[in-house]
């Protein structure tokens, strides 16, 4: 069981991967949750002539975490009082690239006042 997490895991990394590289038109919003259900897709049926049984392990994982990453950004804005409400907002679930020189690159943007205001309140 727990490699079998694993492969999925790496199934979903890759599609990330893959997802940063392409062209922002298929890359944000909703389209970005149908990009990467078509990409685990293809790791699934493509890669099984090279991966045998664990590509199909690897897309499952894949599209087990972008259908958990698509109920969390709908449900999460939709139902108030939700633990979710608002994660969307900081993270859009692409892998960086790696060719970010400076940490403003990568961030998607939003109000972060606030943000470390608990060391503050501890005295550190």
């Known amino acids: 069981m727990l490699m079998n997490s694993i492969k999925g895991a790496g199934g979903a990394i890759a599609v990330?991967?893959?997802?940063?590289?392409?062209?922002?038109?298929?890359?944000?919003?909703?389209?970005?949750?149908?990009?990467r259900a078509a990409i685990a897709i293809l790791i699934g049926t493509a890669g099984r002539k090279v991966l045998g049984n664990n590509a199909r392990i690897m897309a499952e994982g894949a599209l087990t975490v972008n259908t958990h990453d698509f109920i969390n950004s709908m449900a999460g804005s939709m139902l108030p009082g939700s633990t979710l409400r608002g994660v969307g907002k900081y993270m859009n679930g692409v892998a960086p690239r790696?060719?970010?020189?400076?940490?403003?690159?990568?961030?998607?943007?939003?109000?972060l006042s606030g943000v470390g205001e608990y060391l503050y309140a501890t005295g550190r």
């Open 16 to 35: 990330n991967v893959v997802t940063s590289y392409l062209p922002a038109s298929v890359n944000t919003g909703n389209v970005l949750y149908l990009t």
């Open 98 to 111: 790696a060719n970010i020189t400076s940490p403003d690159q990568g961030f998607s943007g939003g109000d």
